[in-house]
């Protein structure tokens, strides 16, 4: 079986998710869905991954969204389900335990920049863009867009995007809250490298709370939300991490966090 999704360690607890299938500009066919779902599923048990980039292989797109060609011979329950596979995958993706980045080395379209949505943050190269497009082609983002871009950039801004279908570049993007870093291409994954990298040396029992309180906490109410963070906080509390981080401040030396 071909390799449409690979998974490889950069650095110590950093590691690459790639989407692998430049000649389609990294389409999401079916059979990539399915290995990145077994991908999550793999990071999700292994405790040595900190923080996770997720990006494309070559330099002209990140992700060009669902794979048209496959879907031209569907029936119209059949792309229902197709969709309906993105957005769970999607969903798989933002489920991830540990921090996600999205590194946009290229274009990022419809399903592509869904996918970008669902991880914690986006970096994204000053030459390429970005775009929910869907209405385009006379159907809607049905992976999450709607939902996800608005809670990102605020309703008004989701809505110019999607009715307009319009790509946007990155210095837009990174105006409107969509990346949080754009960086010149050739600089962008050594970028990556060095957040994620500084993400990692944190303790990685508090990182995965700080996720978990984040993610659960944003879409209720102040009240419900400071009990989530409290019960993610005292998560934290029974960890050896913890004990090593005080004794390393004290003896101001760097922790030696094990994830325990």
Do not use: W
């Not at 969903?91 to 921090?99: G, L, N, T």
């Not at 996918?115 to 869907?134: P, Q």
């Not at 990692?200 to 109410?221: C, E, F, H, L, S």
């Not at 009990?227 to 101001?252: M, N």
């Amino acid at each position: 079986m071909e390799e449409l999704v690979t998974l490889e360690e950069l650095s110590p607890h950093v590691y690459v998710l790639k989407l692998n299938r430049p000649d389609a500009a990294n389409a999401l066919s079916s059979e990539l869905l399915d290995q990145l779902q077994e991908k999550a599923h793999e990071i999700n048990r292994r405790q040595e991954i900190r923080v996770v980039l997720v990006t494309g292989e070559g330099n002209k797109a990140f992700c060009a969204g669902a794979d048209l060609k496959e879907r031209r011979g569907m029936s119209d329950e059949e792309v229902v389900q197709t969709v309906t596979k993105i957005g769970d995958t999607v969903r798989m993706i933002e489920d991830i335990h540990v921090p996600t980045i999205a590194v946009m080395n290229g274009v990022a379209f419809g399903g592509g920049l869904e996918l970008a949505l669902a991880c914690d943050l986006r970096m994204m190269s000053t030459s390429t863009k970005v775009g929910l497009t869907e209405t385009s082609l006379a159907i809607i983002p049905g992976a999450g867009g709607t939902q996800r871009l608005s809670r990102l950039i605020g309703i008004g801004q989701a809505k110019a995007m999607i009715y307009s279908a319009k790509p946007v570049e990155a210095k837009r993007a990174y105006t409107l809250g969509l990346v949080e870093y754009i960086h010149e291409p050739q600089f962008l994954m050594e970028e990556a490298k060095d957040l994620a990298a500084c993400i990692a040396r944190n303790g990685p029992v508090a990182m995965k709370q700080a996720k978990k309180a984040i993610n659960q906490g944003y879409d209720t109410d102040l009240s419900s939300g400071l009990e989530i963070e409290r019960a993610c906080y005292e998560k934290t509390i029974p960890t050896d991490d913890r004990v090593e981080g005080l004794q390393a401040f004290k003896e101001k030396r760097k922790p030696e966090y094990k994830g325990e």
